[in-house]
Protein backbone atom coordinates (compact mmCIF):
# COMPACT_ATOMS: atom_id res chain seq x y z
CA UNK A 1 0.00 0.00 0.00
CA UNK A 2 1.11 3.60 -0.46
CA UNK A 3 1.53 5.66 1.78
CA UNK A 4 2.28 9.33 2.34
CA UNK A 5 6.15 8.43 3.50
CA UNK A 6 6.20 6.68 0.10
CA UNK A 7 5.46 9.67 -1.93
CA UNK A 8 7.28 12.17 0.72
CA UNK A 9 10.40 9.73 -0.23
CA UNK A 10 10.22 9.84 -3.72
CA UNK A 11 9.98 13.21 -4.24
CA UNK A 12 12.73 14.50 -1.60
CA UNK A 13 10.00 16.75 0.83
CA UNK A 14 8.44 16.02 4.26
CA UNK A 15 5.47 14.07 5.23
CA UNK A 16 3.62 17.01 6.22
CA UNK A 17 4.02 18.86 2.45
CA UNK A 18 2.70 15.88 0.69
CA UNK A 19 -0.75 16.02 3.51
CA UNK A 20 -0.57 19.72 2.67
CA UNK A 21 -0.60 19.02 -0.70
CA UNK A 22 -3.18 16.89 -1.03
CA UNK A 23 -5.59 19.25 0.82
CA UNK A 24 -4.66 22.08 -1.26
CA UNK A 25 -3.29 23.80 1.55
CA UNK A 26 -2.18 27.73 0.58
CA UNK A 27 1.74 26.66 2.63
CA UNK A 28 2.45 25.04 -0.35
CA UNK A 29 3.19 25.83 -3.49
CA UNK A 30 1.13 25.09 -6.68
CA UNK A 31 3.85 23.85 -8.29
CA UNK A 32 4.19 20.97 -5.38
CA UNK A 33 1.08 20.51 -5.32
CA UNK A 34 1.05 19.50 -9.20
CA UNK A 35 4.10 17.29 -8.37
CA UNK A 36 2.18 15.58 -5.46
CA UNK A 37 -0.92 15.35 -6.90
CA UNK A 38 0.27 13.48 -9.84
CA UNK A 39 2.91 11.41 -8.21
CA UNK A 40 -0.48 10.05 -5.81
CA UNK A 41 -2.27 9.51 -9.42
CA UNK A 42 -0.04 7.74 -10.68
CA UNK A 43 0.81 5.25 -8.08
CA UNK A 44 -3.11 5.35 -6.98
CA UNK A 45 -2.69 6.64 -3.59
CA UNK A 46 -5.14 6.17 -1.13
CA UNK A 47 -5.95 7.70 2.36
CA UNK A 48 -5.86 5.70 5.25
CA UNK A 49 -9.43 5.54 6.29
CA UNK A 50 -9.08 4.19 9.11
CA UNK A 51 -6.04 6.29 10.31
CA UNK A 52 -8.16 9.33 9.39
CA UNK A 53 -10.98 8.09 11.11
CA UNK A 54 -8.94 7.47 14.23
CA UNK A 55 -7.51 11.10 13.92
CA UNK A 56 -10.75 12.57 13.32
CA UNK A 57 -12.72 10.25 15.88
CA UNK A 58 -15.64 10.12 13.09
CA UNK A 59 -15.76 7.15 10.57
CA UNK A 60 -18.48 8.74 8.98
CA UNK A 61 -20.29 5.29 9.26
CA UNK A 62 -23.91 4.01 10.25
CA UNK A 63 -24.07 0.74 12.05
CA UNK A 64 -28.27 -0.68 10.85
CA UNK A 65 -29.39 -3.58 12.60
CA UNK A 66 -32.93 -4.92 11.32
CA UNK A 67 -34.52 -8.09 12.60
CA UNK A 68 -35.15 -9.67 9.32
CA UNK A 69 -34.24 -9.16 5.75
CA UNK A 70 -36.77 -11.33 3.76
CA UNK A 71 -39.37 -8.88 5.19
CA UNK A 72 -40.06 -6.61 2.11
CA UNK A 73 -40.79 -3.87 4.57
CA UNK A 74 -37.33 -4.31 6.38
CA UNK A 75 -35.65 -4.03 2.75
CA UNK A 76 -37.06 -1.44 1.10
CA UNK A 77 -36.11 0.41 4.92
CA UNK A 78 -32.60 -0.43 4.61
CA UNK A 79 -33.02 0.93 0.59
CA UNK A 80 -34.04 4.07 1.72
CA UNK A 81 -31.35 4.28 4.74
CA UNK A 82 -28.71 3.53 2.58
CA UNK A 83 -29.97 6.03 -0.23
CA UNK A 84 -30.10 8.68 2.46
CA UNK A 85 -26.80 8.25 3.70
CA UNK A 86 -24.85 8.21 0.94
CA UNK A 87 -26.74 11.59 0.06
CA UNK A 88 -25.26 12.62 3.32
CA UNK A 89 -21.70 10.95 2.76
CA UNK A 90 -22.30 8.58 5.21
CA UNK A 91 -21.43 4.62 4.38
CA UNK A 92 -23.45 1.61 6.27
CA UNK A 93 -22.49 -1.60 7.58
CA UNK A 94 -25.85 -3.54 7.95
CA UNK A 95 -26.33 -6.74 10.24
CA UNK A 96 -29.43 -8.76 10.63
CA UNK A 97 -30.09 -10.03 14.16
CA UNK A 98 -32.71 -12.50 12.47
CA UNK A 99 -35.60 -11.88 15.41
CA UNK A 100 -32.51 -12.88 17.93
CA UNK A 101 -31.48 -10.92 21.11
CA UNK A 102 -28.01 -12.66 20.74
CA UNK A 103 -27.25 -11.66 17.42
CA UNK A 104 -28.70 -8.41 17.75
CA UNK A 105 -26.43 -7.76 21.36
CA UNK A 106 -22.90 -9.42 18.75
CA UNK A 107 -23.64 -6.97 16.58
CA UNK A 108 -24.09 -3.93 18.45
CA UNK A 109 -20.55 -4.82 20.82
CA UNK A 110 -19.03 -5.73 16.95
CA UNK A 111 -19.30 -2.26 15.57
CA UNK A 112 -19.20 -0.28 18.77
CA UNK A 113 -15.58 -0.42 19.36
CA UNK A 114 -14.79 2.15 16.62
CA UNK A 115 -16.19 1.13 13.51
CA UNK A 116 -19.38 3.13 13.37
CA UNK A 117 -20.56 6.33 14.78
CA UNK A 118 -23.96 5.59 15.19
CA UNK A 119 -26.66 3.26 15.07
CA UNK A 120 -30.33 2.77 13.22
CA UNK A 121 -31.96 0.02 14.39
CA UNK A 122 -35.43 -1.73 14.68
CA UNK A 123 -35.42 -3.99 17.81
CA UNK A 124 -35.77 -7.70 17.40
CA UNK A 125 -38.93 -10.16 17.79
CA UNK A 126 -36.91 -12.08 20.91
CA UNK A 127 -35.89 -8.09 22.56
CA UNK A 128 -39.70 -7.37 22.61
CA UNK A 129 -40.88 -10.25 23.90
CA UNK A 130 -38.43 -10.45 26.61
CA UNK A 131 -38.24 -6.84 27.27
CA UNK A 132 -34.61 -6.29 28.13
CA UNK A 133 -33.12 -3.59 26.56
CA UNK A 134 -29.95 -3.42 28.79
CA UNK A 135 -27.86 -4.12 25.68
CA UNK A 136 -28.91 -0.97 23.89
CA UNK A 137 -29.15 1.18 27.01
CA UNK A 138 -25.06 0.21 27.25
CA UNK A 139 -24.13 1.96 23.85
CA UNK A 140 -25.93 4.93 24.56
CA UNK A 141 -24.18 5.13 28.72
CA UNK A 142 -21.41 4.96 25.97
CA UNK A 143 -22.15 7.83 23.83
CA UNK A 144 -22.43 6.49 20.88
CA UNK A 145 -26.33 7.85 19.25
CA UNK A 146 -28.81 5.32 18.60
CA UNK A 147 -31.95 5.92 16.82
CA UNK A 148 -34.98 3.34 16.94
CA UNK A 149 -37.27 2.74 13.93
CA UNK A 150 -40.76 0.65 13.72
CA UNK A 151 -40.68 -1.37 16.74
CA UNK A 152 -39.02 0.88 19.57
CA UNK A 153 -38.71 0.59 23.64
CA UNK A 154 -39.85 3.12 26.39
CA UNK A 155 -37.35 1.69 28.27
CA UNK A 156 -34.68 3.26 25.96
CA UNK A 157 -34.33 6.92 25.70
CA UNK A 158 -32.67 7.89 22.33
CA UNK A 159 -34.43 8.94 18.75
CA UNK A 160 -37.23 6.94 17.59
CA UNK A 161 -39.11 7.30 14.22
CA UNK A 162 -42.73 5.66 14.29
CA UNK A 163 -45.94 5.27 12.00
CA UNK A 164 -49.23 6.16 13.60
CA UNK A 165 -50.01 2.25 14.21
CA UNK A 166 -53.28 2.88 16.61
CA UNK A 167 -53.91 5.58 14.26
CA UNK A 168 -53.91 3.55 11.18
CA UNK A 169 -55.46 0.63 12.26
CA UNK A 170 -58.76 3.02 14.01
CA UNK A 171 -58.91 4.43 10.37
CA UNK A 172 -59.15 1.40 8.56
CA UNK A 173 -61.66 -0.15 11.36
CA UNK A 174 -63.82 2.93 10.67
CA UNK A 175 -63.78 2.36 7.04
CA UNK A 176 -64.75 -0.96 7.33
CA UNK A 177 -67.74 0.16 10.00
CA UNK A 178 -68.57 2.99 7.38
CA UNK A 179 -69.65 0.27 4.72
CA UNK A 180 -71.84 -0.90 7.25
CA UNK A 181 -69.94 -4.04 8.17
CA UNK A 182 -71.55 -6.19 11.14
CA UNK A 183 -68.62 -9.17 11.86
CA UNK A 184 -64.98 -7.59 11.50
CA UNK A 185 -62.26 -9.86 12.64
CA UNK A 186 -58.47 -8.98 12.93
CA UNK A 187 -55.85 -10.58 11.43
CA UNK A 188 -52.16 -10.82 13.16
CA UNK A 189 -48.88 -12.85 13.49
CA UNK A 190 -47.24 -9.76 14.89
CA UNK A 191 -49.16 -9.51 18.27
CA UNK A 192 -46.69 -9.75 20.51
CA UNK A 193 -44.78 -6.42 19.02
CA UNK A 194 -45.44 -2.87 20.08
CA UNK A 195 -46.55 -2.23 16.90
CA UNK A 196 -48.96 -5.03 16.62
CA UNK A 197 -50.33 -4.04 19.79
CA UNK A 198 -50.92 -0.32 18.99
CA UNK A 199 -52.46 -1.96 15.62
CA UNK A 200 -55.20 -4.45 17.35
CA UNK A 201 -55.57 -1.02 19.86
CA UNK A 202 -56.59 0.93 17.19
CA UNK A 203 -59.15 -1.74 16.14
CA UNK A 204 -60.52 -2.05 19.63
CA UNK A 205 -61.12 1.51 19.93
CA UNK A 206 -63.23 1.96 16.64
CA UNK A 207 -65.14 -0.95 17.50
CA UNK A 208 -65.86 0.34 21.47
CA UNK A 209 -66.83 4.20 19.79
CA UNK A 210 -69.43 2.65 17.12
CA UNK A 211 -73.00 2.05 19.07
CA UNK A 212 -74.49 0.32 16.02
CA UNK A 213 -71.73 -2.53 16.18
CA UNK A 214 -72.97 -5.37 18.15
CA UNK A 215 -70.26 -8.02 18.21
CA UNK A 216 -66.91 -8.50 20.25
CA UNK A 217 -64.05 -7.82 19.01
CA UNK A 218 -62.34 -10.65 17.34
CA UNK A 219 -58.29 -10.81 17.23
CA UNK A 220 -57.04 -13.93 15.32
CA UNK A 221 -53.08 -14.18 16.11
CA UNK A 222 -51.41 -16.37 14.26
CA UNK A 223 -48.38 -17.94 16.39
CA UNK A 224 -44.60 -18.34 15.02
CA UNK A 225 -44.98 -22.04 13.38
CA UNK A 226 -48.46 -21.84 12.81
CA UNK A 227 -49.51 -22.34 9.22
CA UNK A 228 -51.64 -18.91 8.18
CA UNK A 229 -53.45 -20.73 5.34
CA UNK A 230 -54.29 -23.43 7.77
CA UNK A 231 -55.56 -20.73 10.44
CA UNK A 232 -57.27 -18.15 7.91
CA UNK A 233 -59.16 -21.60 6.13
CA UNK A 234 -60.28 -22.58 9.95
CA UNK A 235 -61.44 -18.94 10.08
CA UNK A 236 -63.83 -19.11 7.58
CA UNK A 237 -64.70 -22.77 7.81
CA UNK A 238 -66.24 -21.76 12.12
CA UNK A 239 -67.76 -18.30 10.93
CA UNK A 240 -69.56 -18.01 7.56
CA UNK A 241 -71.01 -14.26 8.55
CA UNK A 242 -67.89 -12.78 8.36
CA UNK A 243 -68.00 -9.35 6.34
CA UNK A 244 -64.61 -7.47 7.35
CA UNK A 245 -61.27 -8.17 7.31
CA UNK A 246 -58.24 -6.14 8.63
CA UNK A 247 -54.91 -7.85 8.62
CA UNK A 248 -52.14 -5.53 10.54
CA UNK A 249 -49.05 -7.74 8.98
CA UNK A 250 -47.48 -7.95 5.97
CA UNK A 251 -49.47 -11.57 4.55
CA UNK A 252 -52.07 -12.10 6.11
CA UNK A 253 -54.24 -9.79 4.17
CA UNK A 254 -52.86 -11.97 0.58
CA UNK A 255 -53.85 -14.78 1.86
CA UNK A 256 -57.14 -13.99 3.69
CA UNK A 257 -57.89 -12.66 -0.15
CA UNK A 258 -57.34 -15.79 -1.12
CA UNK A 259 -59.23 -18.05 0.93
CA UNK A 260 -62.30 -16.21 0.66
CA UNK A 261 -62.24 -16.16 -3.45
CA UNK A 262 -61.43 -19.86 -3.03
CA UNK A 263 -64.87 -20.48 -1.01
CA UNK A 264 -66.60 -18.26 -3.53
CA UNK A 265 -67.13 -15.29 -1.48
CA UNK A 266 -67.88 -11.97 -3.45
CA UNK A 267 -65.07 -9.36 -2.76
CA UNK A 268 -66.15 -6.51 -1.45
CA UNK A 269 -69.82 -7.16 -1.93
CA UNK A 270 -69.89 -9.56 0.61
CA UNK A 271 -66.57 -9.14 2.26
CA UNK A 272 -64.10 -6.47 2.60
CA UNK A 273 -60.70 -6.99 3.44
CA UNK A 274 -57.85 -4.16 4.36
CA UNK A 275 -54.23 -5.27 4.43
CA UNK A 276 -51.36 -3.43 6.14
CA UNK A 277 -48.25 -2.12 4.10
CA UNK A 278 -48.62 -0.82 0.48
CA UNK A 279 -45.75 -3.16 -0.08
CA UNK A 280 -44.23 -5.88 -2.51
CA UNK A 281 -47.47 -7.75 -3.62
CA UNK A 282 -50.25 -6.48 -2.17
CA UNK A 283 -51.30 -4.02 -4.82
CA UNK A 284 -50.81 -6.40 -7.54
CA UNK A 285 -53.52 -9.18 -5.96
CA UNK A 286 -56.90 -9.18 -7.68
CA UNK A 287 -59.03 -7.30 -7.14
CA UNK A 288 -56.65 -5.23 -5.95
CA UNK A 289 -56.19 -5.08 -1.68
CA UNK A 290 -56.98 -2.33 -0.17
CA UNK A 291 -53.92 -1.07 2.31
CA UNK A 292 -52.41 1.26 5.12
CA UNK A 293 -49.42 2.44 3.34
CA UNK A 294 -46.57 2.97 5.57
CA UNK A 295 -44.40 5.07 4.14
CA UNK A 296 -41.23 2.74 4.74
CA UNK A 297 -39.29 4.93 2.15
CA UNK A 298 -40.04 8.38 4.10
CA UNK A 299 -39.21 6.22 7.63
CA UNK A 300 -35.62 5.38 6.90
CA UNK A 301 -34.77 8.79 5.20
CA UNK A 302 -36.33 10.13 8.83
CA UNK A 303 -33.87 7.92 10.62
CA UNK A 304 -30.62 8.99 8.94
CA UNK A 305 -31.42 12.57 8.76
CA UNK A 306 -32.54 12.04 13.25
CA UNK A 307 -29.16 10.14 13.53
CA UNK A 308 -26.87 12.40 11.90
CA UNK A 309 -28.92 15.77 13.59
CA UNK A 310 -27.67 14.14 16.84
CA UNK A 311 -23.57 13.07 14.89
CA UNK A 312 -23.66 16.96 14.21
CA UNK A 313 -24.26 18.30 17.42
CA UNK A 314 -27.64 19.82 15.61
CA UNK A 315 -29.78 18.52 18.40
CA UNK A 316 -29.32 17.26 21.79
CA UNK A 317 -33.27 16.22 22.23
CA UNK A 318 -34.70 12.61 22.17
CA UNK A 319 -37.54 12.90 19.54
CA UNK A 320 -39.88 10.70 18.51
CA UNK A 321 -40.86 11.11 14.54
CA UNK A 322 -43.76 9.84 13.73
CA UNK A 323 -44.55 9.19 10.00
CA UNK A 324 -48.40 9.74 8.87
CA UNK A 325 -50.01 7.10 6.88
CA UNK A 326 -52.62 6.72 4.87
CA UNK A 327 -55.75 4.16 3.79
CA UNK A 328 -55.49 3.29 -0.21
CA UNK A 329 -58.92 2.05 -1.23
CA UNK A 330 -59.04 -0.44 -4.03
CA UNK A 331 -61.07 -3.24 -5.27
CA UNK A 332 -60.91 -5.20 -1.91
CA UNK A 333 -63.20 -2.55 -0.13
CA UNK A 334 -66.74 -0.97 -1.55
Do not use: W
Not at 152 to 178: M, P, Q, R, W
Not at 284 to 299: A, E, G, N, W
Amino acid sequence: MVTLKHLAEQLNVSVSTVSKALHDSEEISPDTIERVKALAKFLNYKPNRLAVSLKNSKTNTIGVIIPNILNHFFAKALFAIEKEATSQGYQIITCVSNELQSKENDSLQLLSNGSVDGFIMSIAEETQLANKVDHINLILRQDIPVVLFDRVSNDIDCGKVIIDDFGAAYEATKHLLSEGRKNIILLTNIDELSVGKLRANGYFKAIEQDKNYNKKPNVIAINRGDSIEERIEAMFKADNNIDGIISIDNTSGVIALQKALKHNINVPKDLSIIGFSDENVLQFTDPKLSTVSQHTLDIGKASVEMLINKLQNKTTANTTQTIKTNLILRGTTK
